[in-house]
């Protein structure tokens, strides 16, 4: 079991997290990922407004392409605010946006529904954010906790910290501390 392990920094992009950095403010575009106009455009506005992190909703391969196309295009603009791809239900649209994304946002509880596949693909997943110095965000909340934490924990504050605790000691085992963890 981990204890008392001290923040320290994380670097997603150009920013650092964690450690003596500021609080960075982040914001998430309500754009569809795949309209890449759109979200760029919002994503001009959010930088102008000061936001210092944009998620990206990142469902599939689809918008792992287009999301690539926002970070091309909004870098080309001068902003190099990180762009952080939010994943739900798929390892494998995870695995592929740790090429692309500053940061990916992975929750543990529909990250792969069987707790071994979901070990081998966190590991496959975490190489490839070694190899991009991609960072990632392990984010749980009620509604997503996996049917083993809920059938241990229930649907509980107490059940989403021994998800994160979990997920963090595999992260550990695999020699990566890229991590920031949000409840």
């Known amino acids: 079991m981990i204890k008392n392990l001290a923040s320290f920094p994380v670097r997603a992009g150009n920013i650092i997290i964690g450690g003596n950095g500021h609080i960075s403010v982040q914001t998430m575009c309500n754009t569809h990922t795949q309209d890449i106009e759109e979200s760029l455009r919002q994503c001009v506005r959010m930088g102008d407004a000061g936001a210092e992190l944009i998620r990206l909703t990142t469902q599939g391969e689809p918008e792992v392409e287009a999301l690539k196309e926002i970070k091309k295009r909004f870098r080309n ?99 990566f501390y890229n991590i920031v963890i949000s409840l």
Do not use: Q
């Not at 490839?128 to 504050?157: F, Q």
């Open 77 to 175: 603009m001068g902003y190099e605010i990180p762009l952080v791809a939010d994943i739900h239900f798929n390892a494998d649209v995870a695995i592929a946006a740790a090429s692309v994304a500053d940061k990916v946002r992975i929750n543990p509880g529909n990250f792969a529904r069987e707790e071994r596949t979901a070990t081998e693909k966190l590991e496959t997943f975490l190489k490839e954010c070694k190899k991009y110095g991609t960072a990632v965000r392990i984010g749980l909340n009620h509604g997503s906790l996996g049917e083993r934490i809920t059938s241990t924990y229930g649907d509980t504050p107490l059940g989403m910290k021994e998800a994160a605790m979990e997920w963090l000691e595999k992260c550990i085992a695999c020699n």
